[in-house]
């Protein structure tokens, strides 16, 4: 029936296919959903969790995907959750009170500041030196010291990736020249107490030995500056940044490699009272997310064949911000109930549009992989991150899709 990628998780994808044909069967509404298959992401996150180094510990960015079903499925199974404004801590208070929570951004606020002491954060990822002397006079009032890790831009060079924070200009974290000054200032900030660093340098890394020595490079740094500053280093943040990989989805990024890479490495380079820290958001929630979205009409217009979808990047912005084709299956619908014509294209070439008025609206271009007709189903892979999460939901007014959660 459907046109298979190459993902290497066939039992898993059946299971959606599935459940999405079962959904055209009981309604009349064209289908528009995002499945988000729990059983496969929990069994995910606790494999990498598992299989780490005993000195290391895996947070989850929720940025990536807070809704409340996946935050509920994590809690368990990871060391607790990396969030970046007020907003993110009390959706994670919404469904715990106490697991651990690391707090980063840039430009964060007084209340912001007041409320992560109130919701008891575990570290604060502070990224200037103004945020210290603001969030010093905040601990102050609350009569509290506070555990920070200072969030350091690096000089580099660092390894390529689709998105980098670090080793050139950017507005996170502390210059990594400023880091004397900074130092010299913190012993006049009696309610600051620095557990560490924070280094997130990039994001979308797929190459698993560029990440080992990252990881390496953090913890020599890491180390030396802790030994030149005479502190205590509790903490390094390795930040998050394992990617993707969108166009090769039998190609993802090897974590076996990665895990035996870094065990060495740690065992050498991590001082004993150190507890490494990885808060990753991609790589955790993609792979086990879909946008399944059903096929409304399909012409030609100027010689270019286009196939337009219920849905669009108002649900699914991912594509259009990475300006890339996302990987996608047919699922073919038999029965056509109406007395015209079903609009197919065969052969030719064509790109998926969504509803929107605007040409923007594209999930992916020119695109050969046979027959699709109106009825037919587009199952769109690795949509689990920064999908949902960073669509403009309410442009046009269209509705939203269903949200489906597989348990
Ligand atoms: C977004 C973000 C992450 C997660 O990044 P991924 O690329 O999704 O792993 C981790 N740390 C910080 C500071 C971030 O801003």
Known sequence: MAVELKTGRMP?????????????????????????????LVAHVHQRVQSMPESSQLFYAIKANSEEEVLQALAPVVHGFEVASLGEIVKVRQISADIPILFGGPGKTEAELQGAIEHKVRLIHVESMHELNKLNEIASQNDVRVSVL???NLKGPLP????AMGGRPTQFGIDEVMLPHVMNQIRHLPHIQVGGF???SLSN????????????YYCTIARDWARQYGFTLRY?????????NYAHLEQQFDWNTFVDGITPVLEKELPPETTLLFECGRYLTASSGYYATEVLDVKVNHSKTYVIVRGGTHHFRLPVSWQHSHPFELIEVEGWMHPYDRPEVKEAAYTVAGQLCTPKDILASDITSGRVRAGDILLFHFAGAYGWAISHHDFLSHPHPQHIYLQ
């Open 205 to 216: 890394n797929l190459d698993a030995e560029q990440h080992v020595k990252l990881v390496e």
């Open 236 to 244: 390094l943040n390795a930040g998050g940044g394992i990617g993707v």
């Open 160 to 163: 390529q990736a689709t998105l």
């Open 150 to 152: 200072l969030r350091i």
């Open 12 to 40: 898993q994808v059946e299971r959606v296919r599935e459940h999405l044909l079962a959904l055209k069967e009981q309604q009349t509404e064209p289908v528009c959903a995002y499945i988000r298959d729990v059983t496969a």
């Open 198 to 200: 924070h280094f997130h």
